[in-house]
C-alpha cells in the first residue's frame, strides 16, 4: 500500500475503526506520543495496557484519559522500567498471565540526548538499553502470546537512526571510548530498526503470523528531551519546538497508532511524515536508508543481542 493510498493529507485518526475488543500495549504512555496514542485507540473502544516505569505518572495520566474521554475506558497499568533486564521480564510473565489477547504490542518509550554517559542496571549504555536491548528481550518474551493473537509488533523508531555513526558500533556498543549524547541515540534508533526488518525476514522464514512494522513519529512536541540533555541541545530544541517545524505530540502519534491499527500495511517499510525533512506532513511511507536492511550486520547484532539479554529465539 502507497502513501497515496490515503490521499493528499495522509493517514489519519478518522481512518480507524471501532476497536471494542481490541487490546494495545502500550510502552511510554505517561505523556508524549505514547499519551496521544492510548487516547486514540482508547477513544476508539479499544483496551489499553500501560507498560510505564512511574505508576504516579500513570494514574496522573489515566485521571486526565477518564476525564477526557469518560470514565468507562478499558485501560490498565503494568510497571516495566525498561533500563532492566529484570524489570523486563516481570512484566512480560505479568502480561502473559493477565493479558489474554494482544493486538498490538507498540514500543513507543525511549530516552535520548543524555549528556552525560550512563549506564542501565545491567551495564548497557542508557539509550542502547533502554531503546534497543530491552525491547529485543520484550519481544522475545512476548513473541509467542502475540503469534497466538494473530497481532502485530510496532517500533517507534525515529529519523535520528541516519545520524551518529550510520552503523553499529560492534566493536565498542557501550561508547566505553568516545561518547557522544547524539551518536549514542542514533546508535540505539538504527539497533532498533535493524533488529525488526530481521525480524521480519526470520518471521516470514518460519512461517510465523506476527506483521511488524517501523515507524517514527517526526519532529513532535513532546518531553523527549529531559533535562539530562546537554543544554544546546535543549536550547535548539526548544527554539525548534516554538516554531512551525515541530508538529504537536498528537500528530507525532498518528505514525504508530496507524502501524497499529491499519490493514495490508507493507512491511518492509518505515513509516512517518513525509513533508519537509520527515519531520512534518501527511503521513505515509518515507524514504529509508537502505543500511537498516543489512543483513549481515543483523545477523551479528541478533547474536550479540541473545547473549547480552539472556534470552534465546527457538526461530
Ligand atoms: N519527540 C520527537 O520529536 C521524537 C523524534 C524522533 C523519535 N521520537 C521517538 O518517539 C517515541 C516517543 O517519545 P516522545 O517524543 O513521546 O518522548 P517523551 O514525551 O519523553 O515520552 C517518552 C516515554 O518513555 C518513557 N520512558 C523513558 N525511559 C523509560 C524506561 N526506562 N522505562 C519505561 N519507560 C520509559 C517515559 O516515561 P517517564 O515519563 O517516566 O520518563 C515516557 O513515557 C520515542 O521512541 C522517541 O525516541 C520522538
Known amino acids: 500500500?502507497?502513501?497515496?493510498?490515503?490521499?493528499?493529507?495522509?493517514?489519519?485518526?478518522?481512518?480507524?475503526?471501532?476497536l471494542h475488543g481490541k487490546t494495545y500495549l502500550i510502552t511510554g504512555t505517561n505523556t508524549g506520543a505514547g499519551f496521544e496514542a492510548a487516547r486514540m485507540l482508547l477513544s476508539k473502544g479499544a483496551e489499553v495496557v500501560m507498560l510505564n516505569r512511574s505508576e504516579e505518572k500513570t494514574l496522573k495520566a489515566i485521571d486526565s484519559l477518564k476525564?477526557?474521554?469518560?470514565?468507562?475506558?478499558?485501560?490498565?497499568?503494568?510497571?516495566?522500567?525498561?533500563?532492566?533486564?529484570s524489570s523486563v521480564r516481570r512484566a512480560a510473565e505479568e502480561v502473559i498471565h493477565k493479558i489474554p489477547h494482544i493486538d498490538a504490542l507498540i514500543c513507543n518509550a525511549a530516552v535520548a540526548q543524555i549528556a552525560t554517559r550512563t549506564l542501565t542496571a545491567d551495564g548497557f549504555e542508557m539509550q542502547l538499553g533502554v531503546n534497543y536491548y530491552a525491547y529485543f528481550l520484550l519481544t522475545q518474551l512476548l513473541f509467542d502470546k502475540i503469534e497466538q493473537s494473530k497481532g502485530r509488533i510496532v517500533y517507534v523508531s525515529s529519523e535520528g537512526y541516519k545520524m551518529g555513526l550510520k552503523r553499529i558500533k560492534f566493536e565498542?556498543?557501550?561508547?566505553?571510548?568516545?561518547?557522544?549524547?547524539n551518536t549514542a541515540y542514533a546508535q540505539s534508533k538504527l539497533?532498533?530498526?535493524v533488529f525488526a526488518y530481521e525480524l521480519q525476514r526470520r518471521i516470514k522464514k518460519a512461517q510465523k503470523q506476527v506483521k511488524v512494522y517501523v515507524c517514527h513519529p517526526g519532529a513532535a512536541k513532546t518531553s523527549l528531551i529531559r533535562p539530562n540533555a546537554p543544554w544546546l541541545t535543549r536550547a535548539t530544541w526548544?527554539?525548534?519546538?516554538?516554531?512551525?517545524?515541530?508538529?504537536?505530540a498528537e500528530k507525532g502519534a498518528y505514525p504508530e497508532v496507524m502501524c497499529a491499527t491499519e490493514e495490508n500495511l507493507k512491511q518492509e517499510a518505515f513509516y512517518g511524515p513525509t513533508g519537509f525533512m520527515q519531520w512534518s506532513g501527511p503521513v505515509g511511507e518515507c524514504k529509508v536508508e537502505p543500511f537498516v536492511f543489512d543483513e549481515t550486520a543483523a545477523a551479528k547484532l541478533w547474536a550479540i543481542s541473545e547473549e547480552a539479554t539472556h534470552c534465546k529465539w527457538t526461530f
Open 1 to 18: 500500500m502507497s502513501t497515496q493510498y490515503f490521499g493528499k493529507n495522509g493517514w489519519t485518526p478518522e481512518r480507524i475503526k471501532n
Open 67 to 85: 476525564e477526557s474521554i469518560g470514565s468507562h475506558i478499558k485501560v490498565s497499568f503494568i510497571k516495566l522500567d525498561l533500563s532492566s533486564l
Open 172 to 181: 565498542d556498543m557501550n561508547f566505553n571510548e568516545g561518547y557522544a549524547p
Open 191 to 193: 539497533a532498533l530498526m
Open 238 to 248: 526548544w527554539i525548534l519546538a516554538h516554531s512551525p517545524l515541530v508538529q504537536s
